[in-house]
């Protein structure tokens, strides 16, 4: 049985799929392209996929059945790994929590490929400290957001903060100790 993520040669929103990926024990070969991808790359991208003509990636082929959109991609890699829950209520609040990511995950994409003046970084680091502070609120005390061992949510969550937060500014992370103490326990996972 192979696994192929197709996807540009960088984290973006593929990253939170080989994390979940990688916690689930699924082997799998990333297929990179450029960005933007040749027309080599979307040939590639169409004949793997099938049906997937609109060339979307993330790209999830897995036992030969192409799986697109990202956060449908996550999830089915989370239940294919035990990382998603089996209850109508612990799923919702997985689902509450990837939800929540994304809505920072957008804002932050203003400054990764949009304006990076000071104001602009300044209105960023606002919008960062509001959104954190929610998350570090959910997490309260507890290891995980959502349950008392780690799910697709913490995942997701990871990648925000270390490739849409804190890697963008640094120097928030001393305003949220339970994030970056979170942090440590998801990269502390073998």
Request: aromatic share 12%.
């Amino acid at each position: 049985m192979t696994t192929t993520l197709y996807y540009y040669g960088s984290q973006g929103r593929g990253q939170q799929i080989r994390y979940a990926l990688a916690e689930a024990g699924i082997a799998w070969e990333d297929d990179n392209s450029t960005y933007p991808p040749t027309p080599e790359a979307k040939a590639r991208w169409t004949e793997a996929g099938g049906l997937n003509l609109t060339t979307n990636v993330p790209m999830l082929v897995h036992n030969g059945v192409a799986h697109t959109q990202s956060t449908a991609v996550l999830c089915y890699v989370a239940r294919l790994g035990g990382l998603y829950p089996a209850g109508a209520e612990e799923a919702y609040a997985v689902d509450n929590m990837i939800a929540a990511v994304d809505d920072f995950r957008t804002v932050s994409y203003g400054i990764i490929f949009g304006a990076n003046d000071a104001a602009s970084v300044g209105a960023f680091g606002e919008k960062l400290d509001v959104h954190f502070a929610n998350f570090e609120r959910l997490l309260g005390k507890k290891d995980w957001f959502c349950g008392d061992s780690i799910t697709v949510a913490d995942l997701t969550a990871f990648d925000l903060f270390n490739n849409f937060g804190f890697n963008l500014l640094p120097s928030k992370a001393a305003k949220f100790p339970a994030l970056v103490a979170f942090m440590e326990r998801v990269k502390a996972r073998p």
